[in-house]
Protein backbone atom coordinates (compact mmCIF):
# COMPACT_ATOMS: atom_id res chain seq x y z
CA UNK A 1 0.00 0.00 0.00
CA UNK A 2 1.11 3.11 -0.81
CA UNK A 3 2.65 5.07 2.17
CA UNK A 4 4.48 7.94 1.13
CA UNK A 5 4.48 11.21 3.10
CA UNK A 6 2.44 13.49 5.32
CA UNK A 7 -1.70 13.77 4.80
CA UNK A 8 -1.38 10.95 2.28
CA UNK A 9 0.07 8.35 4.08
CA UNK A 10 -2.26 5.66 4.37
CA UNK A 11 -2.43 2.69 7.09
CA UNK A 12 -1.47 -1.12 5.69
CA UNK A 13 -3.83 -3.84 6.33
CA UNK A 14 -2.87 -5.15 9.56
CA UNK A 15 -2.58 -8.98 7.86
CA UNK A 16 0.73 -10.12 8.17
CA UNK A 17 1.59 -12.23 4.57
CA UNK A 18 4.21 -14.82 5.04
CA UNK A 19 5.24 -17.97 2.99
CA UNK A 20 3.52 -20.59 4.25
CA UNK A 21 4.05 -24.04 2.16
CA UNK A 22 0.42 -23.51 0.95
CA UNK A 23 1.51 -19.88 -0.33
CA UNK A 24 4.62 -21.20 -1.69
CA UNK A 25 2.94 -23.21 -3.75
CA UNK A 26 0.20 -20.66 -4.84
CA UNK A 27 3.27 -18.04 -5.20
CA UNK A 28 5.07 -20.72 -7.32
CA UNK A 29 2.24 -20.82 -9.51
CA UNK A 30 1.83 -17.55 -10.18
CA UNK A 31 5.32 -17.13 -11.01
CA UNK A 32 5.07 -20.42 -13.28
CA UNK A 33 2.50 -18.34 -15.13
CA UNK A 34 4.15 -15.11 -15.00
CA UNK A 35 6.54 -16.56 -17.09
CA UNK A 36 4.14 -16.87 -19.92
CA UNK A 37 3.60 -14.16 -22.11
CA UNK A 38 0.40 -12.13 -23.06
CA UNK A 39 1.80 -12.44 -26.32
CA UNK A 40 3.30 -14.99 -28.89
CA UNK A 41 7.28 -14.90 -28.10
CA UNK A 42 7.13 -15.12 -32.36
CA UNK A 43 5.57 -11.94 -32.48
CA UNK A 44 7.31 -9.51 -34.88
CA UNK A 45 6.40 -6.82 -32.57
CA UNK A 46 8.95 -8.16 -29.89
CA UNK A 47 11.68 -5.82 -30.99
CA UNK A 48 13.00 -4.73 -27.57
CA UNK A 49 16.22 -6.91 -27.47
CA UNK A 50 17.05 -4.60 -30.76
CA UNK A 51 16.53 -1.03 -29.50
CA UNK A 52 19.28 0.69 -30.42
CA UNK A 53 21.30 2.02 -27.49
CA UNK A 54 22.95 5.91 -27.66
CA UNK A 55 26.35 6.60 -27.58
CA UNK A 56 26.95 8.12 -23.92
CA UNK A 57 30.22 9.95 -24.43
CA UNK A 58 31.79 11.50 -20.97
CA UNK A 59 34.00 14.30 -22.58
CA UNK A 60 35.15 16.77 -19.66
CA UNK A 61 35.20 16.36 -15.80
CA UNK A 62 34.96 19.33 -13.09
CA UNK A 63 36.57 18.85 -9.89
CA UNK A 64 33.91 20.41 -7.81
CA UNK A 65 33.98 21.49 -3.87
CA UNK A 66 33.18 18.82 -1.10
CA UNK A 67 29.78 18.51 -0.35
CA UNK A 68 28.63 19.38 3.47
CA UNK A 69 26.48 15.81 3.92
CA UNK A 70 24.36 17.92 5.61
CA UNK A 71 20.58 16.66 4.41
CA UNK A 72 18.58 14.22 6.43
CA UNK A 73 17.97 10.58 5.32
CA UNK A 74 15.25 10.46 3.09
CA UNK A 75 13.78 6.81 2.91
CA UNK A 76 10.42 7.76 1.30
CA UNK A 77 9.40 10.29 -1.39
CA UNK A 78 6.49 11.73 -2.27
CA UNK A 79 6.22 13.95 -5.46
CA UNK A 80 3.53 15.63 -7.77
CA UNK A 81 2.92 16.13 -11.35
CA UNK A 82 0.65 18.16 -13.30
CA UNK A 83 0.33 18.30 -17.09
CA UNK A 84 3.08 20.71 -17.19
CA UNK A 85 5.63 18.70 -15.71
CA UNK A 86 4.21 15.68 -17.92
CA UNK A 87 4.53 17.52 -20.88
CA UNK A 88 8.03 18.20 -20.33
CA UNK A 89 8.62 14.40 -19.98
CA UNK A 90 7.65 14.22 -23.33
CA UNK A 91 9.05 17.04 -24.76
CA UNK A 92 13.19 16.71 -23.91
CA UNK A 93 15.56 19.10 -25.56
CA UNK A 94 18.98 17.85 -26.35
CA UNK A 95 20.07 20.35 -24.18
CA UNK A 96 18.25 19.28 -21.31
CA UNK A 97 19.09 15.42 -22.07
CA UNK A 98 23.14 16.33 -21.61
CA UNK A 99 22.21 18.36 -18.69
CA UNK A 100 20.02 15.73 -16.72
CA UNK A 101 22.12 12.96 -17.58
CA UNK A 102 25.46 14.46 -16.53
CA UNK A 103 26.31 13.35 -13.18
CA UNK A 104 28.40 13.77 -9.98
CA UNK A 105 30.72 11.17 -8.80
CA UNK A 106 31.28 11.28 -4.56
CA UNK A 107 34.36 9.53 -3.42
CA UNK A 108 35.39 8.14 0.44
CA UNK A 109 37.95 10.66 0.93
CA UNK A 110 34.39 13.33 0.22
CA UNK A 111 36.00 15.02 -3.36
CA UNK A 112 33.55 15.18 -5.83
CA UNK A 113 33.42 15.63 -9.67
CA UNK A 114 31.33 16.43 -11.90
CA UNK A 115 31.25 14.69 -15.33
CA UNK A 116 29.50 16.42 -18.44
CA UNK A 117 28.39 14.07 -21.44
CA UNK A 118 27.54 14.36 -24.58
CA UNK A 119 25.10 12.05 -27.22
CA UNK A 120 26.36 12.44 -30.67
CA UNK A 121 23.98 12.43 -33.28
CA UNK A 122 21.27 11.48 -31.19
CA UNK A 123 17.48 12.52 -32.22
CA UNK A 124 15.63 13.37 -28.73
CA UNK A 125 12.53 12.44 -30.76
CA UNK A 126 13.55 8.38 -31.33
CA UNK A 127 13.62 8.31 -27.83
CA UNK A 128 10.01 8.97 -27.10
CA UNK A 129 7.55 6.00 -25.48
CA UNK A 130 4.09 5.71 -24.79
CA UNK A 131 2.55 8.72 -23.20
CA UNK A 132 0.73 9.00 -19.73
CA UNK A 133 -3.19 8.45 -20.32
CA UNK A 134 -5.51 9.71 -17.77
CA UNK A 135 -7.94 6.74 -16.21
CA UNK A 136 -11.17 6.91 -14.35
CA UNK A 137 -10.03 5.03 -11.29
CA UNK A 138 -11.20 4.62 -7.82
CA UNK A 139 -9.55 7.19 -5.10
CA UNK A 140 -10.90 5.50 -2.15
CA UNK A 141 -8.35 4.43 0.51
CA UNK A 142 -8.99 0.59 -0.73
CA UNK A 143 -7.31 1.88 -4.26
CA UNK A 144 -4.30 -0.41 -3.58
CA UNK A 145 -6.37 -3.01 -1.73
CA UNK A 146 -5.78 -5.55 0.51
CA UNK A 147 -2.08 -5.77 1.70
CA UNK A 148 -0.21 -8.08 -0.80
CA UNK A 149 3.29 -8.38 0.64
CA UNK A 150 5.17 -10.87 1.77
CA UNK A 151 7.71 -11.92 4.17
CA UNK A 152 10.32 -13.83 2.51
CA UNK A 153 11.46 -16.24 5.13
CA UNK A 154 13.95 -19.61 4.87
CA UNK A 155 17.85 -19.34 4.04
CA UNK A 156 16.58 -21.67 0.75
CA UNK A 157 14.89 -18.53 -0.67
CA UNK A 158 16.20 -15.52 1.10
CA UNK A 159 20.06 -16.37 -0.06
CA UNK A 160 19.18 -17.70 -2.87
CA UNK A 161 18.67 -15.68 -6.55
CA UNK A 162 16.66 -13.24 -7.02
CA UNK A 163 16.19 -12.76 -3.51
CA UNK A 164 20.12 -12.66 -2.49
CA UNK A 165 20.61 -10.28 -5.02
CA UNK A 166 18.44 -7.37 -2.81
CA UNK A 167 20.79 -5.66 -0.16
CA UNK A 168 20.11 -2.77 2.39
CA UNK A 169 21.46 0.96 2.29
CA UNK A 170 22.72 2.22 5.40
CA UNK A 171 20.67 5.57 4.90
CA UNK A 172 17.55 3.46 5.28
CA UNK A 173 16.48 2.37 1.63
CA UNK A 174 17.39 -1.03 -0.58
CA UNK A 175 19.02 -1.59 -3.51
CA UNK A 176 20.25 -4.38 -6.31
CA UNK A 177 23.17 -6.33 -7.00
CA UNK A 178 23.98 -4.88 -10.68
CA UNK A 179 27.56 -6.36 -11.38
CA UNK A 180 29.87 -8.13 -9.16
CA UNK A 181 30.61 -5.00 -7.46
CA UNK A 182 27.63 -2.39 -8.28
CA UNK A 183 24.50 -1.10 -6.23
CA UNK A 184 21.62 0.61 -7.98
CA UNK A 185 19.39 2.64 -5.83
CA UNK A 186 17.21 5.35 -5.51
CA UNK A 187 19.29 8.72 -5.64
CA UNK A 188 16.81 10.18 -3.05
CA UNK A 189 18.66 7.70 -0.47
CA UNK A 190 21.83 9.74 -0.67
CA UNK A 191 21.23 13.12 -2.18
CA UNK A 192 18.04 15.14 -1.60
CA UNK A 193 18.08 17.32 -4.20
CA UNK A 194 20.55 19.89 -2.42
CA UNK A 195 23.07 18.24 -0.28
CA UNK A 196 24.10 14.91 0.36
CA UNK A 197 22.78 12.86 3.21
CA UNK A 198 24.99 12.80 6.39
CA UNK A 199 25.07 9.03 6.22
CA UNK A 200 26.50 9.32 2.70
CA UNK A 201 29.61 10.42 3.82
CA UNK A 202 30.49 6.43 5.04
CA UNK A 203 28.10 5.13 3.27
CA UNK A 204 27.53 1.11 3.38
CA UNK A 205 25.63 -1.65 1.87
CA UNK A 206 24.25 -4.64 4.02
CA UNK A 207 24.44 -8.36 3.12
CA UNK A 208 22.18 -11.09 4.37
CA UNK A 209 24.45 -14.01 5.60
CA UNK A 210 23.57 -16.69 7.55
CA UNK A 211 24.94 -16.84 11.43
CA UNK A 212 27.07 -19.46 11.88
CA UNK A 213 26.09 -19.44 15.88
CA UNK A 214 22.48 -19.80 14.55
CA UNK A 215 23.57 -23.45 13.16
CA UNK A 216 25.72 -24.44 16.07
CA UNK A 217 22.63 -23.79 18.56
CA UNK A 218 19.69 -24.38 16.21
CA UNK A 219 17.67 -25.18 18.97
CA UNK A 220 17.68 -21.61 20.74
CA UNK A 221 15.33 -19.50 19.20
CA UNK A 222 16.90 -16.05 20.43
CA UNK A 223 19.88 -16.50 17.97
CA UNK A 224 19.51 -14.94 15.10
CA UNK A 225 19.78 -17.34 11.59
CA UNK A 226 20.87 -13.95 9.36
CA UNK A 227 23.29 -11.79 10.28
CA UNK A 228 23.66 -8.41 7.84
CA UNK A 229 27.41 -8.18 6.71
CA UNK A 230 28.35 -4.55 5.87
CA UNK A 231 30.37 -3.32 2.79
CA UNK A 232 32.14 -0.34 2.43
CA UNK A 233 30.88 1.94 -0.76
CA UNK A 234 33.96 3.25 -3.04
CA UNK A 235 32.06 6.03 -4.76
CA UNK A 236 28.42 6.72 -5.56
CA UNK A 237 27.09 8.47 -8.71
CA UNK A 238 24.20 10.55 -9.24
CA UNK A 239 22.90 12.18 -12.47
CA UNK A 240 22.54 16.05 -12.68
CA UNK A 241 18.48 15.08 -13.47
CA UNK A 242 17.95 14.61 -9.62
CA UNK A 243 20.27 17.25 -8.28
CA UNK A 244 18.61 20.01 -10.67
CA UNK A 245 15.36 19.37 -9.57
CA UNK A 246 16.03 20.24 -6.07
CA UNK A 247 13.79 22.89 -5.97
CA UNK A 248 11.41 20.86 -7.81
CA UNK A 249 12.00 17.26 -6.85
CA UNK A 250 11.12 15.15 -9.48
CA UNK A 251 11.30 11.50 -10.04
CA UNK A 252 12.07 11.09 -13.52
CA UNK A 253 16.48 10.62 -12.40
CA UNK A 254 15.26 9.65 -9.14
CA UNK A 255 18.61 6.69 -8.95
CA UNK A 256 21.91 6.20 -8.31
CA UNK A 257 24.94 3.46 -8.57
CA UNK A 258 27.24 2.88 -5.63
CA UNK A 259 30.83 0.93 -6.09
CA UNK A 260 31.97 -1.20 -3.65
CA UNK A 261 35.08 -1.24 -2.74
CA UNK A 262 35.18 -5.19 -2.80
CA UNK A 263 33.66 -7.11 -5.84
CA UNK A 264 30.85 -9.78 -3.76
CA UNK A 265 30.53 -13.72 -4.62
CA UNK A 266 26.73 -13.51 -5.45
CA UNK A 267 25.12 -13.65 -9.04
CA UNK A 268 23.52 -10.17 -9.70
CA UNK A 269 20.73 -9.30 -11.99
CA UNK A 270 21.09 -7.54 -14.97
CA UNK A 271 19.76 -4.05 -16.53
CA UNK A 272 17.83 -3.96 -19.73
CA UNK A 273 15.80 -0.80 -21.59
CA UNK A 274 12.50 -1.04 -20.63
CA UNK A 275 10.18 -1.91 -23.38
CA UNK A 276 6.47 -0.90 -24.25
CA UNK A 277 4.92 -2.88 -21.12
CA UNK A 278 2.42 -4.62 -23.42
CA UNK A 279 6.25 -6.94 -23.95
CA UNK A 280 6.28 -7.59 -20.08
CA UNK A 281 5.16 -11.47 -19.32
CA UNK A 282 1.55 -10.75 -18.00
CA UNK A 283 2.21 -7.07 -17.77
CA UNK A 284 3.82 -7.45 -14.30
CA UNK A 285 6.61 -5.88 -11.96
CA UNK A 286 7.89 -7.36 -9.53
CA UNK A 287 10.49 -6.21 -6.38
CA UNK A 288 11.82 -6.69 -3.21
CA UNK A 289 12.72 -4.42 -0.49
CA UNK A 290 13.47 -4.18 3.63
CA UNK A 291 9.95 -1.96 3.95
CA UNK A 292 10.36 -0.48 7.66
CA UNK A 293 6.99 -1.15 8.95
CA UNK A 294 8.43 -5.00 8.76
CA UNK A 295 12.45 -4.60 10.80
CA UNK A 296 14.39 -7.42 9.53
CA UNK A 297 12.18 -8.98 6.69
CA UNK A 298 12.62 -9.15 3.27
CA UNK A 299 9.35 -8.11 1.91
CA UNK A 300 8.86 -8.93 -1.93
CA UNK A 301 5.47 -8.32 -4.41
CA UNK A 302 4.55 -7.99 -7.45
CA UNK A 303 1.40 -6.06 -9.45
CA UNK A 304 0.32 -4.88 -12.75
CA UNK A 305 1.62 -1.82 -14.03
CA UNK A 306 -0.91 0.83 -14.52
CA UNK A 307 0.34 3.45 -16.52
CA UNK A 308 3.90 4.53 -17.67
CA UNK A 309 5.59 8.21 -19.47
CA UNK A 310 8.69 8.72 -20.92
CA UNK A 311 10.62 7.89 -17.30
CA UNK A 312 8.53 6.36 -15.08
CA UNK A 313 6.32 3.71 -14.66
CA UNK A 314 3.19 3.73 -12.60
CA UNK A 315 1.98 0.78 -10.28
CA UNK A 316 -0.34 0.21 -7.78
CA UNK A 317 2.57 -2.10 -5.98
CA UNK A 318 2.05 -2.23 -1.93
CA UNK A 319 5.13 -0.56 -0.21
CA UNK A 320 6.52 1.23 2.69
CA UNK A 321 9.32 3.73 3.25
CA UNK A 322 12.82 1.59 3.56
CA UNK A 323 11.81 -0.21 0.16
CA UNK A 324 12.71 2.76 -2.07
CA UNK A 325 15.65 1.88 -4.40
CA UNK A 326 14.27 -1.59 -5.00
CA UNK A 327 15.43 -3.19 -8.22
CA UNK A 328 12.37 -3.70 -10.24
CA UNK A 329 12.15 -6.32 -12.68
CA UNK A 330 9.99 -7.95 -14.98
CA UNK A 331 10.20 -11.04 -17.11
CA UNK A 332 11.20 -10.48 -20.59
CA UNK A 333 11.39 -13.17 -23.59
CA UNK A 334 14.90 -13.34 -24.94
CA UNK A 335 14.48 -14.60 -28.64
CA UNK A 336 18.19 -15.34 -28.81
CA UNK A 337 18.27 -17.30 -26.03
CA UNK A 338 14.69 -18.71 -26.68
CA UNK A 339 13.55 -18.66 -23.17
CA UNK A 340 12.18 -15.52 -20.54
CA UNK A 341 14.39 -14.27 -17.61
CA UNK A 342 14.49 -11.46 -15.06
CA UNK A 343 15.73 -7.96 -16.13
CA UNK A 344 15.41 -4.74 -13.98
CA UNK A 345 13.95 -2.74 -15.82
CA UNK A 346 13.77 -0.18 -13.51
CA UNK A 347 14.16 1.53 -9.90
CA UNK A 348 11.29 1.96 -6.91
CA UNK A 349 10.89 5.62 -5.88
CA UNK A 350 8.14 6.49 -3.77
CA UNK A 351 4.63 8.02 -3.87
CA UNK A 352 3.21 10.15 -6.79
CA UNK A 353 -0.11 12.35 -7.25
CA UNK A 354 -0.85 12.83 -10.60
CA UNK A 355 -3.13 15.97 -11.47
CA UNK A 356 -4.15 16.11 -14.95
CA UNK A 357 -7.95 17.59 -16.36
CA UNK A 358 -9.48 17.68 -13.29
CA UNK A 359 -8.65 14.37 -12.07
CA UNK A 360 -6.31 13.54 -8.90
CA UNK A 361 -4.79 10.38 -9.03
CA UNK A 362 -2.18 8.84 -7.04
CA UNK A 363 0.61 5.48 -7.43
CA UNK A 364 3.36 4.28 -6.48
CA UNK A 365 6.31 5.17 -8.78
CA UNK A 366 9.40 3.53 -10.07
CA UNK A 367 11.66 4.84 -12.37
CA UNK A 368 12.08 3.25 -16.00
CA UNK A 369 15.37 2.36 -17.31
CA UNK A 370 15.43 4.14 -21.00
CA UNK A 371 18.05 3.53 -23.67
CA UNK A 372 20.10 6.99 -22.33
CA UNK A 373 19.99 5.69 -19.20
CA UNK A 374 20.87 2.27 -19.85
CA UNK A 375 23.77 3.67 -21.32
CA UNK A 376 25.04 5.76 -18.90
CA UNK A 377 24.59 3.43 -15.96
CA UNK A 378 26.46 0.62 -18.39
CA UNK A 379 29.14 2.84 -18.55
CA UNK A 380 29.02 3.72 -14.83
CA UNK A 381 29.62 -0.24 -14.75
CA UNK A 382 31.87 -0.60 -17.31
CA UNK A 383 33.83 2.23 -17.42
CA UNK A 384 34.02 2.07 -21.68
CA UNK A 385 31.69 3.38 -23.24
CA UNK A 386 31.77 1.59 -26.52
CA UNK A 387 30.73 -1.33 -24.83
CA UNK A 388 27.58 0.31 -24.16
CA UNK A 389 26.43 1.55 -27.41
CA UNK A 390 24.85 -0.20 -30.47
CA UNK A 391 23.16 0.40 -33.23
Known sequence: MSDFGGSHKRAVCCRTSIFTMNQLQILAIILYFAKQSSFSATDPNV?????????FFPHETLKLDKPRFSAKAMPDLTTHCNEECLWKEAHPTLED??????????????????????????????LLVKQYAPRRLRRKRQIFG??????????????????????????????VLVSDRHVLTAAHCIHDGKDYVK?????????????????????????PKLLTRWSRVKRTQVPKGWIRSQNDLS????????????????????????????????????????????????????????????HLIYQHCDAQPGSSGS???????????????????????????VDLHGMQQDYNVAVRITPLKYAQICYWIKGIYSDCHSH
Not at 104 to 113: L, P, S
Not at 199 to 217: D, I, M, R, S, T
Request: proline share 6%; charged share 25%.
Open 47 to 55: TWHRHGIPM
Open 97 to 126: LKENLSYETVYTNGTRTLTIVDFPDLDPNT
Open 146 to 175: VDGRFDISGNQFLLHFPFSTTVKISTGCTG
Open 199 to 223: GAKKLKVGFLQENPKAQKLAKSSKV
Open 251 to 310: MDYDYALLELKRPHDRPHMEITVLPTTDQVAGNRIHFSGFDSDRPGKLVYRFCRIINETP
Open 327 to 353: GVYAKLWLPEKQHWERKIIGIFSGHQW
